[in-house]
């Protein structure tokens, strides 16, 4: 008690607000050596306690309180409780402000999933994240249901609610969900039924109350069904239950009604719907809809008012100015790089693609019908665009005139339409040169078609098809380097250019450099999967180099795509009869006679086919066939009457011989035949035979000595090495009964005219007789003209 002073009544009720205690005076703190000692112990630490009561690390110093100042006691403890200290402090215990002495926090208590409340919560996860599953699922092309598992967890989850007595708790917007998805899914995967029964159980609930714009989707899939009047009916009761404020929507359906009636031929009506659109709302697809309306029912003065009407429709776009980037403001800039090319801008520009697509096609439409003459009716259309805010469609619609001019053979006026935009602008001026030089190479007016190639290249280097031109016209000129240096840069232009990459690869075939033609051809392929004329490329190069098995193989893909082609048929058997296997050989050849029996390489081969086999009676309809073909070819006859001969058949064969000396009566081989057979059958005709045999003889020596030829129409024809192939075949077959046969080595020594000449081996079809004939015809260069 003697450190505890009472209070002592005093007259002023305000004295003491001045006094001051020692105690928080910080501006004695570097004088304090308790303090400073205590600050220079590592994390705090106290120094050695020195006062009487231990705890205090400035119990050594008298302490001044506002209860007054006693020499040598110690002040009291309560003013750093907080910070861990405790006037009960034991000694021996250490400084723990954090309390890490207590050891590890104790463990979470587990949550009970066993409760109805988790099992609910889990549930609703579990069908929320199925849903978006769904969702996902669909937008990556999966067919995948994932809605049917959701719509199975929601019932459930509605079960667990109803057994926990809440079944007020119920969350429609969840129910609503999965439904909706589930009924969407059935849809994109074509369950049309299963679609239609759950959208109806969506309405049948009254709980749903925005529920009747699902109606619009059950039209759309009886309109796939093509139940057009049920597709009607549900539109317009969706049109009676979507109010005037969502104007969008009420046209776009309003739209889909008008699209029922065109699909029903109901034009009158589908007008009545797209003017009603054009009235309130109007947009490019109506206005267009609209067009081929009045077209369909020929209503010229409203076609005309259609179009105008389409051509007003604005777009709704920002100017193509604001993504130009300006060089003043770097910020300004980096914010039009990143904008440039991001989804909005691309969707503006489909937009606008769209509607340019669309006048396009209307006016190239209604240009005929709307005017007496073709001609005039472009040219209105053309003024219209002109006047619009499609102005710079006005010069693509004059290529197209030119085009379709083109199409109705009327080259003149396709010549004088295009030459009339060679001082028009440069996009313009270079699509139009391309197209007069691709005239004039089509009429082989090559000079014309160079000039006309080089003013396109000059008005646009980077245009693909002029340089594919211009390399044609070098190849033409048997400038090969040349050409691949030309159909190398259209490639470097545009890496999608089929045409040039065609071309280059049939340079390099030219210049035999296969296996650049082969690179060429197969990356042609991969972009082509179905073209006919390319795989035929790779397979000749293969043949080229003697890799058969390959060759055949492509071939092969060849008929997977054109299984009748008789061509390709006779080079499948022309391969595999090189190859060796004559069984293989012998089916093609046979197939390929069978879809076009007047191919007179196949009819040989065939023939030549049977009398190896010792079918000599086979063979005779295939050379019969050949001389109704080639009538002045003596060599099919002398075939025919060599078969009957061979299958003994010797009056027949004296017939023929004597036939073929009736139509050929200077050919030596006939002669000689009817010799030896008048000789050998005992006939008075020998001796007549053997003067005209001698007095044929004498004039071949008179006029092989003052340099002439035989006839090479009437007798003889000039040597063929197929055709002495093929006599030389003849010559080794063994044939029984001829005692005749071989004992003159010059008696079968006329001479057969191949009727193909050097190109008989080559395939000749719709699909390749461009590649091998006119390597650069109408086919490779369609596509240099705009595309429609």
């Known amino acids: 008690m003697e450190n505890v002073h009472l209070a002592v009544e005093e007259d002023d009720l305000y004295s003491g ?10 501006e004695e703190l570097e004088n304090d050596v308790g303090f400073q000692q205590a600050v220079r112990t590592s994390y705090g630490r106290r120094p050695p306690v020195t006062a009487k009561f231990p705890g205090t690390a400035i119990g050594a110093r008298p302490l001044a309180s506002s209860f007054g100042v006693s020499d040598g006691a110690a002040r009291p403890m309560t003013a750093v409780r907080a910070a861990g200290y405790t006037s009960s402090l034991t000694r021996g215990m250490t400084f723990d402000p954090l309390g890490q002495s207590r050891g590890p926090a104790p463990p979470l208590e587990a949550k009970n999933e ?29 067919s995948e249901l994932k809605a049917k598992e959701a719509g199975r967890k929601d019932r459930a989850l509605v079960k667990q609610k109803e057994l926990s007595g809440k079944p007020e708790q119920i969350n429609l917007d969840t129910r609503y969900s999965v439904l909706l998805n589930l009924a969407n899914q059935y849809a994109n995967n074509e369950m049309f039924q299963e679609a239609l029964n759950t959208y109806q159980l969506i309405l049948n609930n009254k709980m749903f109350t925005n529920a009747g714009c699902l109606k619009v989707n059950m039209g759309n899939i009886y309109l796939k069904l093509k139940n057009y009047p049920k597709a009607l009916k549900y539109y317009r009761m969706a049109l009676d239950q979507i109010s005037d404020e969502h104007k969008e929507m009420r046209t776009k359906i309003m739209q889909n009604i008008g699209m029922v009636f065109v699909c029903m031929g109901q034009y009158t009506d589908a007008i009545t719907s797209f003017e009603q659109i054009m009235s309130n709302s109007p947009n490019i697809k109506a206005g267009y809809n609209l067009t081929l309306c009045y077209y369909a029912i020929g209503d010229r003065e409203r076609m005309k008012k259609a179009f105008q009407e389409l051509i007003s429709v604005p777009l709704c776009i920002d100017d193509e100015d ?42 190239k439409l209604i240009a005929p019908a709307i005017e007496t003459s073709f001609a005039t009716g472009f040219d209105w259309c053309v003024e ?3 006047s619009s805010q499609y102005v710079e469609l006005a010069n693509d619609l004059e290529i197209n005139k030119a085009i ?3 199409r109705q053979k009327d080259i003149n006026q396709a010549v004088k339409t295009l030459k009339t935009f060679e001082k028009k602008d440069t996009r313009v001026k270079s699509t139009a040169a391309t197209n007069l030089s691709f005239i004039y190479f089509l009429e082989k007016d090559f000079d014309q078609a160079d000039r006309f190639a080089d003013l396109a290249m000059n008005a646009d280097r980077y245009n693909p098809a002029a340089l594919t031109n211009k390399g044609n016209i070098v190849f033409v000129k048997q400038e090969y380097e040349k050409a691949a240096e030309f159909f190398k840069e259209a490639l470097r232009n545009d890496s999608m250019c089929t045409e040039a990459l065609y071309n280059l690869g049939l340079t390099y075939k030219r210049m035999n450099h296969v296996e650049e033609g082969l690179d060429c051809f197969i990356k042609l392929h991969n972009i082509l999967r179905n073209s006919t004329q390319v795989m035929y490329q790779v397979a000749s190069l293969y043949e080229l180099k003697e890799n058969y098995p390959e060759a055949i193989e492509w071939l092969m893909k060849v008929i997977s795509v054109t299984p009748t082609d008789p061509h390709v048929l006779a080079k499948l058997g022309q391969l595999f009869d090189i190859d060796g296997d004559k069984s293989q050989a012998f089916q093609y050849y046979s197939e390929s006679f069978r879809y076009l029996p007047s191919n007179i390489t196949v009819i040989e081969w065939l023939g030549a086919h049977y009398i190896e086999t010792q079918f000599c009676e086979k063979a005779i309809q295939y050379f019969e066939r050949a001389t109704l073909i080639q009538p002045n070819q003596v060599k099919w006859q002398l075939m025919v009457a060599s078969c009957y001969r061979r299958s003994g058949n010797y009056q027949k064969a004296l017939e023929t011989y004597k036939d073929i000396h009736h139509k050929f009566p200077e050919n030596i081989e006939c002669l000689r035949f009817l010799v030896r057979l008048c000789t050998d059958m005992g006939l008075k005709e020998v001796q007549e035979y053997a003067t005209k045999l001698k007095k044929v003889e004498k004039m071949k020596e008179i006029k092989e000595q003052v340099g002439l030829q035989p006839d090479s129409g009437r007798s003889s024809s000039s040597s063929s090495t197929k055709g002495e192939r093929l006599i030389s075949k003849m010559r080794s077959y063994p044939v029984s009964n001829e005692p005749y046969e071989g004992s003159n080595s010059k008696e079968l020594d006329a001479s057969y005219v191949d009727p193909l000449g050097p190109q008989a081996e080559r395939p000749r079809t719709g699909a390749t007789k461009r590649i091998e004939d006119d390597e650069f015809g109408d086919d490779e260069l369609g596509d240099d003209l705009l595309p429609e």
């Open 17 to 26: 607000y001045n006094d001051y205690n020692p105690t928080f005076d910080s």
């Open 114 to 142: 066993n409760t109805p409340e988790e099992k609910i919560k889990i549930l609703e996860k579990k069908v929320n994240d199925l849903v978006k599953e769904s969702c996902i699922a669909h937008s990556m092309g999966s």
């Open 322 to 363: 604001k993504y130009i980037p300006s060089n003043d403001d770097p910020t300004s800039n980096l914010i039009t790089e990143a904008i440039k090319n991001d989804k909005l801008h691309q969707m503006e520009r489909d937009r606008k693609s769209m509607a340019e697509k669309f006048i396009m096609t209307t006016a």
């Open 384 to 386: 219209m665009v002109k």
């Open 404 to 406: 379709t001019f083109l």
